[in-house]
Every structure is written in C-alpha cells, then in structure tokens.
C-alpha cells in the first residue's frame, strides 16, 4: 500500500509546458506499474498514461502522444509527467494512480489513487 500526492498543477497559457510530479510513500513504489489520469468537468476520468515499474514501457492515450512524457525515479519514488503544447482540452484533473489491472486504459484497473491536482490551460 502506497500514498500518493500529485503536486506541479497551476494555471498555464496555451501552447506551454506544465511538469506533473507524483510522490508515493512506501518503499514498495518501484514494484508497481503507474498511470496518470484526467478528469474534466463532467466527463470521465480518462487515461493519459502509464509507465512500467522499471520505467522500461510506456503508454500514451492518443491525445496526448507526441505532447507528453512519462518518466520515473524509483529512488524518489516519483512518477513524472511533462506536458508540452498544452491545449485548453487538456484542462482537467490529473491524478496519478497504481496499476492493478491488465489494461492501462481502464480506471477500474487501478487501485490507489491520489488526490489530484488541478491544470487550467487558459487561451
């Protein structure tokens, strides 16, 4: 069991960069597989991507492949994401969670999740 705190949110104008960082306690992060997720007013919470326990694979949701990475210290027990030429559609959410499942698309396939933080992309 993990706790995780999201932290690197704000507010951000369109077409900049935004770097999201995850913290977990535990000495027990780098045996998981983690994702980070998204929910904007009144959707759902969608993938934007996942990264291996060894940081070795990575996943993208279409949106955001080619404008996201996805990186980890397993010695900080932290999980990155660097968003680049951020869109007003990428205001959201964005929580980090561990994977439990088999698909890093599907919510119910993780199993701790952080509180949140929010990105605004102002046009």
């Known amino acids: 069991q993990v706790q995780l705190v999201e932290f690197g949110g704000g507010l951000v104008q369109a077409g900049g960069s935004r770097r999201l960082s995850c913290v977990a306690s535990?000495?027990?992060?780098?045996?998981?597989?983690m994702g980070w997720f998204r929910q904007a007013p009144g959707k759902e919470r969608e993938f934007v991507a996942g990264i291996t326990w060894n940081g070795g694979g990575t996943s993208y949701a279409d949106s955001v492949k080619g404008r996201c990475i996805i990186s980890r210290d397993n010695a900080k027990n932290t999980v990155y994401l660097q968003m680049n030429s951020l869109k007003s559609e990428d205001t959201a959410v964005y929580y980090c969670?561990?994977?439990?499942?088999?698909?890093?698309?599907?919510?119910?396939?993780?199993?701790?999740w952080g509180q949140g933080t929010q990105v605004t992309v102002s046009s």
């Open positions: 535990g000495r027990t992060f780098s045996m998981y597989n």
């Open positions: 969670a561990v994977k439990s499942g088999s698909s890093w698309y599907d919510a119910t396939g993780y199993n701790q």
